[in-house]
T-cell receptor, first 115, second 112 residues
Framework: EAGVTQSPTHLIKTRGQQATLRCSPISGHTSVYWYQQALGLGLQFLLWYDEGEERNRGNFPPRFSGRQFPNYSSELNVNALELEDSALYLC??????????????FGPGTRLTVT | GEDVEQSLFLSVREGDSSVINCTYT??????LYWYKQEPGAGLQLLTY?????DMKQDQRLTVLLNKKDKHLSLRIADTQTGDSAIYFC????????????FGTGTRLKVLA
């Protein structure tokens, strides 16, 4: 069974540009989560989508946004990139709401570098 | 506020046992998890424990939960160099608004 996949592996952008990161969950999972892991720091929760809707949002500015598609894949968009946005962005998936199972399975991440 | 805390570093010799500790603050947590992150990679779920259990064993891994003290530990028996990684504990709860909070991570270094 395929795990969570993310693309691209690496992304280099300049300040002020926009970045789009993609994630495909494990088959059968309807929830997708996004996390930011800056160098040397823990995981900061960004967004949670389930069944196409945004269910919860971490303490990040509105220029971090995303969406979930009907096939449960997801996109994270970061507008007006700042140097501090350089980080590893991790996507995870799990069974959805009401399934009584909340283990999250992670993808390998997208390394975003803003210069 | 809600917080999950871990010590930052742990160093052990190959073959010894490692014990990684975690404290959390939310008593409504339903599940508690341990994840492993190797350099440059995503997180790998190692094991999890339901909040009404106090121990779970899975091969070399033993999870102990002290719900009264809100303390979670992961014991790795016969630690190997391949166990060197960052270990994150996490808690989740479904009461009210969904919550899934990760600890700060403990960097385990195994010395040959």
């Amino acid at each position: 069974e395929a795990g969570v996949t993310q693309s691209p592996t690496h992304l280099i952008k300049t300040r002020g540009q926009q970045a789009t990161l993609r994630c495909s969950p494990i088959s059968g999972h309807t929830s997708v989560y996004w996390y930011q892991q800056a160098l040397g720091l823990g995981l900061q929760f960004l967004l949670w989508y389930d069944e196409g809707e945004e269910r919860n949002r971490g303490n990040f500015p509105p220029r971090f946004s995303g969406r979930q598609f009907p096939n449960y894949s997801s996109e994270l968009n970061v507008n007006a990139l700042e140097l501090e946005d350089s980080a590893l962005y991790l996507c995870a998936s799990s069974l959805g709401l009401g399934q009584n199972s909340y283990e999250q399975y992670f993808g390998p991440g997208t390394r975003l570098t803003v210069t | 506020g809600e917080d999950v805390e871990q010590s930052l570093f742990l160093s052990v010799r190959e073959g010894d046992s490692s014990v990684i500790n975690c404290t959390y603050t939310d008593s409504s947590s339903t599940y508690l998890y341990w994840y492993k992150q190797e350099p440059g990679a995503g997180l790998q779920l190692l094991t999890y424990i339901f909040s009404n259990m106090d121990m779970k064993q899975d091969q070399r891994l033993t999870v102990l939960l002290n719900k009264k003290d809100k303390h979670l530990s992961l014991r790795i028996a016969d630690t190997q160099t391949g166990d060197s990684a960052i270990y994150f504990c996490a808690e989740s709860a479904t009461s009210g608004t969904y919550k899934y909070i990760f600890g700060t991570g403990t960097r385990l270094k195994v010395l040959a």
